[in-house]
């Protein structure tokens, strides 16, 4: 799609309100500084977690019928 051939420019006020909006929605959505940051899977899954017991479930299933389909 082309862009507008005559944009019309925003008046001050508006400008100002969308450049104030856009920097306060900027510092909300960022991350602290002192934020950790792990890659998902480097820790071990904590045994009495349910959802890590059936992401568990699901990979060694999905292993599981990766090789009966291999087999037939």
Same mark, same amino acid.
């Given at each position: 799609?082309?862009?507008?051939?005559?944009?019309?420019?925003?008046?001050?006020?508006?400008?100002?309100f969308l450049s104030s909006?856009? &920097?306060?929605?900027?510092? /909300?959505?960022?991350?602290?500084?002192?934020?950790? #940051?792990?890659?998902?899977?480097?820790? !071990?899954?904590?045994?009495?977690? &349910?959802?890590?017991?059936? /992401?568990?479930?699901?990979?060694?299933?999905?292993? #599981?019928?990766?090789?009966?389909?291999? !087999?037939?």
């Amino acid at each position: 799609m082309p862009p507008p051939a005559n944009p019309i420019p925003l008046p001050p006020a508006k400008r100002q309100f969308l450049s104030s909006l856009l &920097d306060v929605l900027v510092r /909300q959505l960022a991350w602290p500084q002192d934020a950790d #940051w792990e890659a998902p899977g480097t820790e !071990d899954p904590d045994p009495g977690d &349910d959802m890590a017991m059936f /992401q568990n479930l699901r990979i060694v299933s999905f292993s #599981w019928t990766s090789v009966s389909q291999a !087999d037939r």
